[in-house]
């Protein structure tokens, strides 16, 4: 077995791992932050690993081992040959406890090239894959951050977590805390997610509490909950999230044989995935694991655009502190409107900053997108046979876009990140779809011939 | 990087790929052959690949390129790469060119242990894992059939495929058909499928017709089709499906470094399940890839057991061809009843003569399951944080029976293959968890807090 020839990791690659504040650089402690907003400055922070210096032949030794963890192992072996993310737990959370790990086998998600349809449709002769993180344990990119918060949380003896959802997030919460035995409680807007989603979170034993306001209001009502209460956030607020959901960049980079694409396609909500894809980068670049990063294009929808629509104020500026200034200034809230894609209808992401910072480094991109537009691009994406949430539309509307506005030029590389199954969305298609069945009078074969003109 | 310095196979490891029957032998082309039942005798016919001898240094070549597959490679790769189907081509379709292969990235599935409650819930000291078969393309297993049979129809040059389907057969084949630009209709019984079930194959352009019967009808209409008007069937009748259920096998194989558990619990429906994997084990038995076999623990519920309640009448004979004879007499189709798991609504299985000679061979075992249990044992499973669907419920609960029965021995391996995701199955979980949905009445932080008691 090849497995076996990988020499052993010997001792740990990080110094330590702190929590250090975006804004003013305070370091405090991982399993001992219970606010997530700094003392000085109120910023966000960020998950900082001090790594040794890493030589040549300490990367290659790495990429060796997550190339051999690909091959799950059965019984008694470690849970970083059996999840996506934990495959890369060197570089997401060094030192926590292989015991602490709190995994529900997340991560081990297809990357599919673009099917015809899709590619005819965005046009621009370039090459699209779909990395498809709806195919895991709860349906959604929110599994690859929820392993390694909860495991955080298991570590820092955590007895309650809570979230504001869209849905994905309520989902993922609750499954992980039911693993991990911890007790959770999810606040939902009413009326604003999809039965499946409303379900989730309640079949794995979450306290489930719907609020009559936007997600925005969720968001506030944790975030006070958290300041003042003492609960442990599950949102990415908490910046262990943003570590797991980091192996995004991880997975394609290794599935690119340590290259990464010239786009990442992203939609934008709260702002996760924008903040993880740009610090994983950034790290890649930094251990010389790659030579080269990608652009980020951050996508938001008509109804929920506070990101894309501010970044128009300074997207001819130089990349820079003063280019994210004049985005801070020009960023308001939106009230939001209706769309379906109900996991990113949120008017003021908390993680905005970090998003800011990520499309800045990466000389990365905001797009708009209309309502039809999306909603077309995951009937785009059915024709060729892949079940996509209208989130994932959202970013394959942007990348077509960026297309005809010159952003993205032929023959450049573009992974979309599809962040939900479509099974979660079911309404989205049933008012295609439904009336479309046919029904048969009776149950004769030659009923069902003569229906199908045989 | 490791695989790099994989020799690469030269030569194909067949003969010759055909089908045979199951009854009498007789063998015909598997792109030429439209029936799909024996001339002479009317049985159904397996794939057979007339492999060439592989002495131990070609098996160890072969696992060594299983498993540098599993690390995905993106743009100009093989498929190979990024399905855990065509991981094992060689073993599955080995002369299929590449450029027909139809992949939409199925079987990248996760392996995770069963978690504390199921543990605790099926006792007996037994070592349990579940592949989630549902976590993928279409959201069950039927994908791993699905993507060689679209592959080989492809091939064949077939234009129009067609299916019966309880749900999940339905999805996989207008997703397959729909990536294959191959054109497709399914028929399904009338108000016995979830809406998700019936949203998906119109969501991927099928013709949807709904009869007004059971699955059994739908069945037997399509067989009707098969047999006199030219239709290609998408259902496990044809037996490419069953060569790509196999790499539920040759993936557990793997993961456990060529070895295979002491049982496979699998639910039965309409016999897909229990026939691929009886065959994949035997080949890997015949092929040297590992030293001994699994035994099948093939269980039904009460409402749906033509199979596991006629194996009663011969349980205590001896292996062998009266053993199965036996069966066949006992053998009756039975009236279907109402239960959760729809998808294994099936009263008079077509692959069953299949399935009697895998449980014989095997040594195998059948149970029936109570639905109070096969509906318990997935809401267990979500208090671990695993969301499957009830088909599972009915492998679990029948493991739960063995070990009751002694059948399954204390510190035995046990793979239960988890059949799709429940997310296709809301309302199993809705009725239950929609009435502790509590509504905050405004959205002020402290009327949360006082309601969580913080």
């Known amino acids: 077995m090849l497995g076996d020839q990988v020499p052993r990791m010997s001792g740990s690659v990080a110094r330590k791992t702190v929590l250090r504040c975006i804004g003013c650089g305070n370091t405090v402690d991982l399993l001992r932050e219970r606010k997530f907003r700094c003392e000085n400055c109120k910023s966000l922070f960020d998950v900082w690993h001090d790594f040794y210096p890493m030589d040549a032949s300490r990367v290659a030794t790495l990429k060796s081992h997550f190339n051999t963890r690909t091959t799950p192992r059965l019984w008694n072996a470690e849970p970083q040959t059996r999840s996506g993310v934990w495959r890369f737990k060197e570089l997401i959370m060094p030192d926590l406890a292989d015991e602490d790990i709190v995994s529900l086998g997340e991560g081990?998600?297809?990357?599919?090239p673009a099917g015809e349809h899709l590619r005819d449709w965005i046009g621009g002769d370039i090459d699209i894959s779909l990395i498809l993180e709806g195919s895991g344990p709860t349906g959604s990119f929110k599994d690859?951050?929820?392993?390694?918060?909860?495991?955080?949380?298991?570590?820092?003896g955590v007895g309650f977590v809570g979230c504001a959802s869209t849905g994905d997030t309520s989902a993922m919460a609750a499954a992980?805390?039911?693993?991990?035995?911890i007790t959770c409680f999810v606040l939902l807007p009413e009326g604003k997610v999809t039965p499946v989603q409303l379900m989730q979170p309640g079949a794995h034993g979450a306290r489930v509490i719907t609020?009559?306001?936007?997600?925005?209001?969720?968001?506030?009502?944790?975030?006070?909950?958290?300041?003042?209460?003492?609960?442990?956030?599950?949102?990415?607020?908490?910046?262990?999230?943003?570590?797991?959901?980091?192996?995004?960049?991880?997975?394609?980079?290794?599935?690119?044989?340590?290259?990464?694409?010239?786009w990442f396609a992203v939609p934008v909500g709260n702002g996760s995935n924008c903040s993880s894809i740009g610090k994983g980068m950034r790290l890649l670049e930094q251990l010389k694991?790659?030579?080269a990063t990608s652009r980020i294009l951050g996508c938001q929808a008509e109804a929920a655009n506070p990101l894309a629509r501010s970044w128009v104020a300074v997207k001819d500026r130089c990349p820079g502190p003063s280019r994210i200034q004049g985005w801070q200034e020009a960023f308001q809230p939106v009230k939001v409107g209706e769309t379906t894609a109900t996991a990113a209808r949120i008017g003021d992401p908390v993680s905005r900053h970090k998003v800011m910072r990520e499309?800045?480094?990466?000389?990365g991109v905001m797009q708009t997108v209309a309502e039809d537009q999306l909603n077309e691009a995951v009937f785009v994406c059915a024709k060729d046979g892949l079940l996509v949430c209208p989130q994932t539309g959202?970013?394959?509307?942007?990348?077509?876009?960026?297309?005809?506005?010159?952003?993205?030029?032929?023959?450049?590389?573009?992974?979309v990140v599809s962040t939900a199954t479509g099974l979660k969305f079911g309404d989205v298609f049933e008012s295609r779809s439904m009336e479309r069945i046919e029904r048969a009078a009776d149950t004769s074969p030659s009923t069902i011939a003569r229906m199908l003109k045989l």
Chains 1, 2 share one sequence.
């Open 108 to 112: 081990i998600v297809p990357i599919v």
């Open 144 to 156: 690859f951050g929820g392993t390694v918060m909860m495991s955080v949380a298991k570590a820092a």
């Open 176 to 181: 992980y805390a039911a693993a991990a035995g």
């Open 211 to 262: 609020v009559p306001g936007t997600f925005d209001d969720c968001m506030r009502i944790v975030q006070e909950l958290v300041a003042h209460h003492g609960v442990y956030p599950a949102n990415s607020l908490n910046p262990a999230r943003i570590e797991g959901h980091q192996a995004t960049v991880f997975l394609i980079a290794q599935a690119m044989r340590w290259k990464l694409p010239d």
């Open 289 to 291: 694991f790659v030579d």
């Open 359 to 363: 499309i800045d480094a990466s000389n």
């Open 394 to 415: 959202i970013a394959l509307a942007g990348v077509r876009h960026a297309v005809e506005r010159g952003y993205i030029q032929r023959g450049e590389k573009v992974v």
